[in-house]
C-alpha cells in the first residue's frame, strides 16, 4: 500500500473511531448525571446502579434488530477489513454477543481516541514544552492509529463469517452453480435442438417449394412454431438469470416423443420408433427423458449417415431410452456425434436421476446411446 493510501485508511479508521467516542459520550453523559444524583444523596450504591445501568443499555442497544448491519455496512466503508463481513449470519444467535463485544469495543476504543484528540492533544500544546508537545502529539496520533488497526481485527473476529456462515455460503454458491449448469443443459438441449430442426426444415422446404408448395408452406409453419417455442424459452432463461422468472409453456414429456419423431420425418429423415406406454413414469422422469430423447435424436440426424435411426424405449424397473444409428468410419472410431457439451448434459441428467448413460460405437458403423434411469419399485412394470 503507498504511503497516502496508508494515510487515508488511518483518516477513515479515525472516522469510524469518533462515531465511537460520540456513542461514548452520550452514554458517559447519562452515567454522569445518574452518578450525580448518587453523589447529591450522599449515596453510593446510586451512583454504582446507574453506571451498571448504563453499561446495560449499551448491552441492550447492541442487540436491537438493525446494529449489526450498521455496524457491519460502517466497517466495510472505513475500516477496509481486507475480509468478508456477515450481515446476516446463517445463526444469528452464535452472532449475538460477539456482535455485543465489538460494540463495546467500538464505543471503549473510541471514547479514549476521542479523549486523546479532544483533550490529550490540546493539553499537550498548551502545557508542555514545544519538543515534548510535538512528542506527546505523535505519540497520541500513533495511538489512535493503533486502535484503528486494533478495531479492524475485532471486526473481522466479531463480524466475519463463522463455519457455519462459510458453509452456508458455499452450499450458496453450489446451489447457484448447480442452477447454471442445469440452464446451461437446457438451453443447449431446447435452443441447439430447435436451430436443427429449423435448419433441417428450411432445407426441405427449399427442395419442394416448386413441385410441391403444401410441403414447403409445411416447413415453414413449423420453423414459425419452433423458433416461437424457442423465442419463449430463451425469454425465460434470460429472466431466470435477471431473478424475474417469466412464463412458459409447459415442458414436453415422453408422451410428446411421438411429436418430436414426428418433426424430424417430416424433413425427410428415416426415424424407426418404438415407443412404450410411458403411463406411470414421474413427471421428473418424463421430462428429463424428453429432453434425453431429443438430444440423442438431434445428435443422431447431425452426425449420422443418413442411414435409419432407431429410436426404442422401455418402461420396467427401470426407464430404457436406446437410440441407433449409422456413422461414417472415420467417424465411428473417434469421439462420436454430439458435442461435448451435449453429452455432458446428457450424463448430468441421467445422473440426477441415479441412472446412467453409455455412449460408443457398437460397431465400426453403427453408433449407440443407451439411457437407464430407474423407476420407484412399487410401480407396475410394463413389458
Known amino acids: 500500500m503507498s504511503t497516502a493510501g496508508a494515510i487515508r485508511t488511518a483518516l477513515l479508521r479515525t472516522v469510524f473511531l469518533l462515531i465511537g467516542a460520540a456513542l461514548f459520550l452520550a452514554f458517559a453523559l ?18 454504582v446502579v446507574g453506571v451498571l445501568l448504563v453499561a446495560a443499555l449499551l448491552v441492550a442497544v447492541s442487540l436491537f434488530p438493525g446494529v449489526r448491519d450498521v455496524e457491519v455496512a460502517a ?42 484528540l479532544v483533550v490529550g492533544v490540546p493539553t499537550a500544546v498548551s502545557e508542555l514544552p514545544w519538543y515534548a508537545a510535538v512528542a506527546a502529539v505523535l505519540a497520541i496520533l500513533a ?14 473476529v466479531c463480524l466475519g463469517p463463522t463455519d457455519a456462515d462459510r458453509l452456508a455460503l458455499a452450499e450458496q454458491r453450489i446451489r447457484r452453480e448447480q442452477g447454471q449448469r442445469m440452464l446451461a443443459r437446457d438451453l443447449h438441449d431446447g435452443i441447439g435442438h430447435a436451430l436443427s430442426v429449423i435448419s433441417l426444415q428450411a ?44 412464463a412458459r409453456a409447459p415442458d ?3 408422451g410428446d416423443v411421438p411429436a418430436l419423431v414426428a418433426s424430424y420425418v417430416s424433413t425427410g429423415a428415416d426415424v424407426e420408433a418404438d415407443l412404450a406406454e410411458p403411463t406411470g413414469v414421474a413427471d421428473l422422469v418424463s421430462r428429463e427423458a424428453y429432453r434425453i430423447v431429443q438430444e440423442a435424436l438431434t445428435n443422431a440426424h447431425k452426425h449420422g449417415d443418413g442411414t435409419a435411426i432407431r429410436l426404442r424405449t422401455r418402461v420396467g424397473a427401470d426407464l430404457v431410452v436406446e437410440v441407433r444409428n449409422g456413422v461414417p468410419r ?26 446412467d ?9 453403427t453408433w449407440m446411446l443407451v439411457a437407464r434411469i430407474p423407476l420407484p419399485p412399487e410401480r407396475e412394470e410394463r413389458p
Request: zero cysteines; charged letters at 20%; proline letters at 4%.
Open 30 to 47: 447519562l452515567g454522569l448525571s445518574v452518578a450525580a444524583v448518587g453523589r447529591t444523596t450522599a449515596n453510593v450504591v446510586v451512583g
Open 75 to 116: 466497517a466495510r466503508i472505513l475500516l477496509d477489513p481486507g475480509a468478508e463481513l456477515v450481515e446476516e449470519p446463517a445463526e444469528p444467535r452464535r452472532h449475538r454477543w460477539r456482535t455485543t463485544w465489538f460494540v463495546i469495543a467500538h464505543v471503549l476504543l473510541g471514547g479514549l481516541v476521542g479523549t486523546g
Open 143 to 156: 495511538a489512535v492509529a493503533a486502535a484503528g488497526l486494533l478495531v479492524t481485527r475485532l471486526a473481522v
Open 203 to 246: 432445407v426441405a422446404g427449399r427442395r419442394v417449394v416448386d413441385r410441391d408448395p403444401g410441403h414447403a408452406a409445411e416447413s415453414l409453419e413449423i420453423i414459425a412454431r419452433t423458433a416461437r417455442d424457442a423465442l419463449d424459452e430463451l425469454d425465460h432463461a434470460l429472466g431466470v438469470l435477471r431473478d424475474e422468472p417469466t
Open 252 to 254: 414436453a414429456r415422453l
Open 330 to 355: 472415420q467417424r465411428a472410431r473417434t469421439a462420436g456425434p454430439g458435442s461435448a457439451r451435449g453429452l455432458a448434459g446428457l450424463q448430468e441428467r441421467v445422473a440426477l436421476l441415479g441412472g
Open 357 to 365: 448413460l453409455h455412449v460408443g460405437a457398437l460397431d465400426p458403423t
